[in-house]
């Protein structure tokens, strides 16, 4: 019976190529949709991270302070995994060096630090979170916890705002992402129904003809599903060639307007999610949606 539905489902695709070939390509604009929103979310959140990156809160400790008490500090913020993720130590030697290199052809910033005299920088830890809004509760772990005695300032209040900020993007660009996504899954769904019905609707009398003459409702249905299955795997083949292409030949313009993005690496690498969700819009939903149409013809 497989057999048969599979090569009866092959004569209709071949011998219809007109209604087959125009819902194919119907069916690659909401695919390429699908996977145009997958390839924006992953230029948003690299551009994100590479923001999120340059923030940091930074803790100063007193003059008197040891290297190995502030060293057993950074084991403690470490431990902090699930909101820490990075504990970079700055002693006042090497905060002396950075600014004489940061500043060395600025002849105001030398002549300061010559009248000042000596060492005026305090050792200190560069922390990163995880989250945005995680550096407010390792910012008052080191103020009011058991290390307070050794701390001069945190300078989390400066750089609240800034935080802050950059979280209400992060989550602005992430609710975009599931409304879009969400709408595009919709529209796909209705064109889907739409496009395979216009192909099951030339097939009306012929579904009535096998129903008259006792054809099992999965002998009637079966073709019709695989077709549409055969329609979303063509359109799955054409949209992933053609966002290929683009990636590659986009990926310099990217690069230049993201640096460090690559697109195309990005696709290639990516290559298993992509697939997957130009199968799920496509194959998938090309399948269902026969299944669906054919079963209200069989029940009419």
């Not at 640096?259 to 195309?264: D, E, Q, R, T, V």
Request: a neutral charge.
């Amino acid at each position: 019976m497989i057999k048969r539905i599979l090569k009866f489902a092959w004569v209709d695709f071949t011998r219809n190529k007109a209604s087959n070939m125009a819902a194919v390509f119907i069916l690659v604009i909401p695919i390429l949709l699908a996977t145009s929103l997958f390839i924006f979310k992953g230029v948003s959140t690299s551009i994100i991270d590479k923001v999120q990156e340059k923030i940091d809160i930074t803790a100063y400790f007193k003059e008197g302070a040891q290297e190995e008490d502030i060293l057993i500090i950074k084991g403690e913020l470490l431990k902090l995994s699930s909101e820490v993720k990075d504990v970079q130590y700055v002693s006042k030697i090497q905060a002396l060096e950075d600014f004489v290199k940061k500043h060395r052809d600025d002849p105001d910033f030398m002549n300061a630090l010559e009248e000042v005299g000596g060492n005026p920088f305090l050792a200190s830890l560069n922390i990163k979170t995880e989250e945005p809004l995680q550096y407010e509760k390792v910012a008052s772990f080191l103020i009011s916890g058991p290390y307070s005695d050794f701390i001069e300032k945190v300078d989390y209040t400066q750089k609240k705002d800034t935080i802050e900020r950059i979280y209400n993007i992060t989550s602005s660009v992430n609710r975009f992402g599931l409304v879009v996504g969400a709408v595009l899954f919709l529209i796909a769904i209705l064109v889907v129904l739409n496009t395979v019905k216009l192909a099951i609707d030339s097939s009306a009398d012929e579904i009535k003809t096998m129903k008259m003459v006792g054809a099992s409702n999965w002998f009637i249905r079966g073709p019709f599903i695989v077709q549409g299955a055969l329609c979303g795997l063509s359109a799955l083949i054409i949209s992933l060639i053609i966002s290929g292409f683009c990636a590659f030949f986009c990926a310099a313009k990217v690069m230049v307007l993201v640096p460090g993005f690559n697109l195309f690496s990005f696709f290639i690498s990516n290559m298993g999610t992509i697939l997957l969700l130009q199968f799920g819009f496509g194959v998938v939903l090309g399948a269902a949606a026969s299944y669906i149409l054919v079963r209200s013809y069989l029940r009419a």
